[in-house]
């Protein structure tokens, strides 16, 4: 049942108690209509037994010590349908024996009243005491027993319908009950970064779900208030840095104009040099993120023809990767428009074949940009030979300051990815990692078609082969 919605299970929940309670109650009826039954058998064995002992007492023919038998008139009406026996207490005689005990006796040691069957015909039997004479009397239960199956028989069959009853019922109380829930989720579900700021509904009722819903409100005023705070600190903090960045620039290269630098400082400077570089890229790296977080990225998204896009990025990969002897090969149709914003999509492109060259190992890997549409869009797949991505990192390679390896020699600081995936998604599109093993990884960037484009299905498999 832990699979099933909530409605569903208040539903079958309010069956399940209803059978259980009318299963109780069919007990507790059964067990007070075998009693009332039973005390009514009793009081009719009580006044037979009474009639016929005043029958015996004042009949005709002297008293009932003298009488050596008794016949079928000395008993009442009331005998009718009974089993009746008399015994003569002094000598065990039989004095009078229904004819539908046929030969059988109603003797019993025991004083209790009993059940007893003849035949098929079950009896309830007791046992009375006047004078010298013992009288059993026995009453049929067939009746009893009947009307009790009948009760049963209907308790039975009216069971299903009250569960099916309670099933439909229990759906109709659960739907009203969790109709603000819904509205709830509904509202829950627009509330994203970029819309901190919406609220949920309250119903009017003065109920749990009310307070829930004030309770929550008031969680995401505080997580609004928190989230643009940090927000606002990152843009401040990226945005602060730059002017005194640009300041240690400037510095540093004025240093290194000098001539009169021993050669160990000059290679410090270029260290230096290096890390402002590193910490101004930083900086922008913040801010764009800082502005992506606040939904503040400004994009213009027009058609755009990505094969003059790509060109100019794959010159900028061959400059890379010649040093370090990687091929860099390309597989794009004559033809590819797409919305998207030229420089932001530059800007993606540049840092997925970036990181192709930095990871690719060894010396005289391959790089094969490819290119196409299919039923879901555009998409350009930049893949890569070289060291796959460990698997633990994998799930986190998009994640802020996460990196693929922890080779500290090899530059970067983790939000190269980060910013990549934020600026595809601003567009429409989306970033994500087709696969990462000893043969080849691949990134995959997303965009929308164009609306004049025709979307044919053209999608290459990666040529990882390395030129002669």
Request: hydrophobic share 40%; with cysteine; aromatic share 4%.
């Amino acid at each position: 049942m832990k699979s099933l919605p909530l409605r569903v299970k208040v539903a079958l929940w309010s069956a399940l108690s209803a059978a259980a309670a009318m299963a109780l109650a069919l007990c507790g009826v059964l067990y007070f209509l075998q009693s009332e039954l039973i005390e009514g058998v009793d009081k009719q064995l009580d006044n037979t037994a009474r009639d016929i002992f005043s029958n015996l007492d004042h009949y005709d023919g002297g008293p009932v010590e003298n009488r050596t038998s008794i016949t079928e008139e000395l008993m009442p009406p009331s005998t009718n349908n009974r089993l009746v026996e008399i015994t003569d207490n002094r000598n065990g005689k039989v004095l009078y024996r229904s004819s539908s005990l046929r030969g059988d006796t109603l003797t019993q040691k025991s004083e209790e009243r009993q059940e007893i069957t003849f035949g098929v015909t079950p009896y309830r039997v007791a046992v009375y005491y006047h004078k010298y004479l013992i009288l059993h009397v026995g009453i049929p239960l067939q009746n009893h027993y009947a009307l009790i199956d009948r009760i049963k028989l209907a308790l039975l069959t009216s069971l299903p319908a009250v569960v099916v009853l309670s099933i439909v019922g229990g759906l109709w109380v659960a739907g009203r009950a969790l109709r603000p829930v819904a509205d709830i989720t509904a509202a829950a579900e627009h509330i994203t970064a970029e819309a901190l700021n919406q609220r949920l509904p309250v119903p009017p009722a003065q109920d749990e779900i009310r307070h829930l819903s004030e309770v929550l409100n008031k969680t995401f005023a505080r997580l609004e208030k928190s989230y643009n705070q940090a927000v606002h600190f990152a843009s401040d903090a990226s945005h602060q840095l730059k002017t005194p960045i640009a300041v240690m620039r400037v510095c540093i290269d004025t240093l290194m104009k000098q001539r009169d630098l021993r050669p160990d400082q000059d290679t410090q400077l270029s260290d230096l040099l290096q890390q402002t570089r590193r910490l101004a890229s930083l900086a922008d790296g913040l801010l764009l993120l800082a502005r992506a977080d606040a939904g503040r990225l400004e994009m213009k998204v027009v058609e755009t023809d990505l094969i003059s896009l790509l060109d100019g990025c794959l010159e900028d990969a061959e400059i890379l990767a010649t040093p370090h002897g990687i091929t860099v090969q390309r597989e794009l149709p004559a033809e590819l428009r797409a919305l998207a914003d030229a420089p932001r999509t530059e800007q993606v492109l540049l840092n997925l074949l970036e990181n192709a060259v930095k990871y690719n190992r060894p010396r005289g890997g391959v790089i094969n940009i490819s290119a196409g549409t299919d039923e879901e869009g555009v998409f350009v797949v930049v893949a890569n030979t070289g060291m796959p991505i460990p698997g633990d990192k994998m799930p986190l390679i998009f994640n802020r300051f996460t990196r693929g390896e922890t080779d500290e020699s090899r530059t970067g600081h983790g939000l190269g990815l980060s910013i990549a995936r934020e600026l595809a998604r601003a567009q429409g599109g989306d970033l994500r990692l087709l696969r990462s093993d000893v043969e080849i990884t691949e990134f995959e960037l997303r965009l929308r078609p164009a609306p004049t484009a025709a979307l044919v299905p053209s999608r290459p498999e990666p040529t990882l082969a390395a030129a002669p």
